[in-house]
């Protein structure tokens, strides 16, 4: 479905004119910027250094984080999700919980411990808002993971409700070491590389670094406003 | 004028301001920490100064190409479906606003904070002109909006509130039984407003930037709030300033990153979250309608004009965090939804001399803003800027000014008169000054005195003491 646009014209027009030319230029080449900051910070990091940039800016944003081996993703998994009080959980609708060995726990181990798991079905619609705004524990997986900032990058589709990471208390975000790069240059570079390569940008892109937090009164800082009071990353040596 | 705060003359709101003594110790707390946080941020960035260059060509080339970059931006808008409205005026916004939430029937709107929707005085117009509610889901502004009361900083719009002024006011408001602790203040502000996004027909936010070649709106928050008002309610209306923009995900990402750290120290806040349209075929949240409208508002007058540069602003509020005139008169002081410095240019420039004339002559031209400025606005330089248009082509400085600018210019004119003048000053000044104060000034000092006192003049002046000082007697 196409949009549609009002007014623009005569809009377009007062500004051309302001910046003295007729009409707005058909193409301008974005510039070769002067400066390139963005690009020397944290270069020529390993991987093992990315992850310990990232655990220690966890520990400045009030969330916990946890490495574990493919092999033991399960069993730390069930224990994170205990340790969070239990169901009702939410997760998104992804294979990748498949291959990271997961299916058994999301469909024995849990049920068999009366702990309710519900997987985002876009069968069913608006349902999912009311189990998702239920739910104690929202579970996503990030495709990107910023070291610098602690920053999880979630990307919306049919499968991936928007907010399974924002209504469930508490947030628990799969990160595989491998989608660790330095901060959110490469992210943005990415981004733009996927498009070019005709991938369809999904509708929204959360960039989420740690649990909803507030300072709005007396500027002291509560953590835990609209979105999870606390946050969970873990993440899977998949290297 | 709807970015007008109040009705008060400007001195007599500085006089309010000066004798808050809770707002002025919330103030200069505030100012520290987040100058401290800020300061911390980027030195962790080795080279800040290079940052700042990026900065400053990005908003400068967006603002050269501001009528390329808003075509693109509106062509895919609406080629991801998204509808784009181009409003001339505020009022031009308003009335688009109020037609679509007439059209949807709206009962219940959710807004996250937007600056430009204080511009354009939106809530008031909408429960007026459509008869719906609109709820600020930003805690601040969730605070501020059950009083009636105004932002008085952009980025902690309730600096002035006290702890127990919320409770009180959520026991008024919503027979609220709880403490005055933040955190139990928050979590009754969470339940009610969880109720207000599942039933909400409309979301409404602001816009950080707008990426022009891929059609999204960015907005940060550290709440969650944006998210939850735009992923739940079927229609979602972005208001943006029309300068707001990046020309790809590539300035988004420098950009941002500067903001959050100039704002509050942070090397990004808990939430970035760019969206693109409405939802995609498919998907189950997200707004099935989306509006784009893009505000010009006086903004354009500015374009082309010696003052274009305070285009380039990100609002990130470092420039009144630093401000020694914000830190003594607070926010609400500047009569503006816009205070600190870039209120103090950006006000009389759209809301007109007549009514902002004050606020350029309330500054030391100390120069601290335009150092923290991570765009390098020359503020300081455009506050002078407005000083010499006010007193040369409009002829209506401040009547004070005048008569102290008479004055200083007959005493400094000639060398004489000067050693004269500052040799007189004490034994002149002598029947109003108590101590080393005055007090109760006549003439150009009334109106400070009115408020606080002048250090009365030495009695040893100034050239004298630096002789003596030269001599080493000092």
């Not at chain 1, 499968?159 to 490469?186: A, C, D, E, W, Y």
């Not at chain 1, 007396?218 to 873990?234: K, S």
């Not at chain 2, 008869?131 to 930003?138: F, K, R």
């Not at chain 2, 903004?299 to 830190?327: D, H, K, M, T, W």
């Amino acid at each position: 479905m196409k949009g549609t646009i009002q007014n623009r014209e005569s809009f377009i027009r007062q500004l051309s004119s302001r910046l003295q030319r007729s009409a707005a230029p058909k193409h301008v080449e974005r510039p070769q910027w002067g400066y390139t900051p963005q690009h020397k910070t944290l270069q020529n990091l390993s991987q093992d250094e990315l992850l310990a940039v990232l655990q220690k800016q966890c520990t400045r944003i009030n969330t916990n984080c946890i490495v574990t081996s493919s092999a033991d993703l399960a069993t730390t998994m069930e224990k994170v999700i205990t340790d969070n009080g239990g169901g009702p959980i939410m997760a998104w609708q992804d294979e990748r919980f498949d291959a990271y060995g997961l299916t058994s726990l999301f469909t024995q181990t849990l049920p068999e411990k009366q702990i309710e798991l519900h997987t985002w079905d876009p069968a069913v619609g608006r349902e999912n808002i009311a189990l998702v705004e239920k739910a104690n524990i929202g579970i996503t997986i990030s495709d990107i993971t910023l070291a610098e900032s602690g920053t999880a990058v979630l990307f919306s589709n049919p499968n991936h409700g928007r907010t399974v990471s924002f209504l469930p208390t508490k947030s628990i975000i799969l990160i595989p070491k491998s989608s660790i790069v330095p901060r959110m240059t490469q992210a943005a570079m990415q981004i733009r590389e996927r498009l070019q390569n005709g991938e369809t940008l999904a509708s929204c892109i959360n960039f989420i670094s740690g649990p909803s937090n507030s300072a709005d009164i007396e500027m002291i800082l509560v953590v835990g406003v609209h979105g999870p009071m606390y946050m969970t990353y873990i993440i899977i040596d998949d290297l | 004028m709807p970015m007008k705060v109040g009705d008060e003359p400007f001195n007599n709101r500085v006089g309010e301001g000066i004798q808050n003594t809770f707002m002025r110790s919330a103030v200069s707390g505030a100012q520290d920490r987040l100058e401290k946080n800020r300061q911390l941020a980027v030195e962790e960035l080795s080279n800040w100064e290079e940052w700042r260059s990026l900065g400053e060509e990005i908003r400068q080339h967006v603002l050269a190409n501001l009528d390329y970059y808003l075509t693109q931006l509106s062509d895919q808008v609406a080629a991801r479906g998204g509808h784009v409205f181009f409003a001339a005026s505020a009022e031009d916004a308003r009335a688009y606003i109020a037609n679509v939430a007439k059209e949807k029937q709206a009962k219940k709107i959710v807004k996250s904070k937007s600056m430009v929707t204080e511009e354009i005085d939106l809530n008031h117009y909408l429960e007026k002109h459509v008869g719906c509610s609109v709820v600020e889901t930003d805690l601040g502004e969730y605070i501020l909006q059950l009083d009636d009361d105004l932002p008085s900083h952009i980025v902690a719009p309730a600096l002035h509130r006290k702890k127990e002024q919320v409770q009180e006011s959520f026991q008024r408001h919503h027979q609220y039984e709880g403490s005055e602790r933040p955190e139990e203040l928050t979590k009754h502000a969470r339940k009610m407003l969880r109720d207000d996004y599942l039933t909400a027909d409309i979301g409404i936010t602001g816009c950080n930037f707008a990426v022009a070649e891929t059609g999204s709106v960015c907005i940060v928050t550290n709440e969650g709030n944006a998210d939850l008002s735009t992923a739940l309610p079927k229609t979602q209306i972005t208001v943006m300033g029309m300068e707001r923009l990046v020309p790809t995900f590539e300035e988004l990402e420098v950009l941002v990153n500067m903001l959050t750290r100039s704002a509050v120290g942070q090397k990004l806040p808990s939430y970035v979250t760019v969206l693109s349209g409405p939802r995609q075929e498919g998907d189950v949240d997200g707004p099935e309608e989306f509006h784009l409208v893009i505000v010009d508002n006086g903004r354009s007058e500015i374009l082309g004009s010696e003052f274009q540069s305070i285009l380039q602003c990100i609002r990130c509020g470092a420039c009144a965090n630093i401000c020694p005139v914000y830190r003594h008169v607070g926010g609400h002081s500047y009569g503006s939804i816009y205070s600190g410095p870039i209120g103090a240019v950006l006000s009389p420039l759209l809301g007109g001399y007549d009514e902002y004339k004050e606020l350029p002559f309330a500054s030391t031209l100390c120069g601290a803003c335009t150092d923290v400025c991570p765009v390098k606005i020359p503020l300081h330089e455009l506050l002078h800027k407005h000083r010499q248009t006010i007193v040369e082509k409009e002829g209506r400085a401040p009547i004070s000014e005048r008569f102290l600018m008479s004055i200083f210019g007959m005493g400094s004119s000639s060398s004489g008169m000067y050693k004269f003048g500052s040799k007189v000053a004490s034994s002149a000044l002598k029947p109003l000054t108590k101590g080393d104060h005055i007090s109760k000034g006549v003439g150009p000092l009334k109106n400070w005195t009115d408020i606080r006192e002048f250090p009365a003049p030495k009695k040893e002046r100034f050239r004298d003491w630096f002789d003596n000082r030269q001599k080493g007697d000092h």
